[in-house]
């Protein structure tokens, strides 16, 4: 394993060289996002959280895209009603391309219906999912991400899952999904055995029943679209074509480009490391002292 220096310098010169390409891209109005979600990162070193015990060093928000049905039903790898069962302890993870560790936590979830599954994941109504939010707490630290959907244990839920099958994004080996478009796909589901989207539908309304819901799947389905994709890429790799046209048109230097192929090779072959309790004990030690320090230092300039 690389020294975490090593992994940081690494981790934050390629997070300014993508910086570089996207905006080269960006500007030649020839840049799509696969998954689009706003960060706004407000970074603090220290706040108090729920529990007084824990000190807040991170804070950043997600804004959901407002997609229509369709949308999430053709985005998802996985749609189904389901109901929260427990939450796990936070896990904290490293991402392969060097950048700061950040906390996950997972909720556990029991399968009421499938409506859809591209990948034939899930052989058993009766079996259990774990989906996986940013965001979560340690002994010493904790992370608040606005933005991602919150359960109660015991609710029911519509629950729009993708999976990633390689190191994009933090993504960690095991078997666990995300939710598309983050709070965009978690609807509750009323005792009336009705949805309930968290905003208002393009199309109008914010609510659905499985007969509707039944019908929009039946439909796409027909059409094609939720024919599993085998070429389907995701972080670094699904943006190489663009960075590629670009570097052939001289739009972005051979060091951004020679970047962008070793990142997508790295997300492409090792996937994210989840953080032994040693391990993230020093971490959140570290991490302690350095929200400490930036503290007293505020304090003193005040």
């Known amino acids: ?92 993870i ?56 919150e359960f109660e244990q015991g609710a029911g839920y519509l629950l729009f899952l993708y999976r990633l099958f390689d190191g994009t994004h933090y993504n960690a080996a095991g078997d666990h999904w995300y939710v598309v478009g983050a709070a965009s796909g978690a609807w509750s589901a009323d005792d009336d055995g009705t949805f309930c989207c968290p905003y208002e539908l393009p199309e109008g309304g914010s609510f659905a029943d499985a007969a509707e819901l039944e019908s929009v799947v039946e439909r796409l389905r027909d059409s094609g679209r939720l024919a599993p994709n085998p070429d389907r890429r995701d972080g670094a790799s699904a943006n190489l074509d663009e960075i590629e046209r670009a570097h052939r048109e001289g739009r972005i230097p051979d060091g951004v480009y020679r970047e962008q192929l070793e990142l997508a090779e790295l997300e492409g072959t090792e996937f994210a490391h989840v953080m032994t309790p040693e391990e993230q004990e020093a971490y959140e030690l570290g991490a302690l002292g350095s929200a400490g320090t930036l503290a007293g230092s505020a304090s003193s300039s005040s």
């Open 1 to 92: 394993m690389e020294h975490s220096e090593e992994r940081s310098h690494r981790g934050g010169r390629r997070h300014a060289l993508l910086a570089v390409t996207l905006l080269v891209l960006a500007l030649a109005g020839t840049f799509t996002f696969a998954r689009l979600l706003q960060h706004d990162d407000k970074v603090a070193a220290q706040a108090a959280g729920e529990d007084d015990d824990i000190v807040i060093i991170r804070r950043s928000s997600i804004t959901p895209p407002a997609y229509s049905l369709d949308e999430l039903v053709e985005r998802a790898d996985l749609v189904v009603s389901s109901t929260a069962l427990s939450q796990h302890d936070s896990v904290l």
């Open 94 to 149: 490293e991402p392969v391309d060097g950048e700061e560790a950040r906390f996950f936590t997972d909720v556990e979830f029991r399968v009421d219906h499938v409506y859809n599954d591209k990948l034939d994941a899930v052989t058993d109504s009766a079996g259990s999912i774990v989906v996986r939010n940013e965001g979560g707490n340690g002994e010493h630290v904790g992370m608040v991400v606005e933005g991602v959907p």
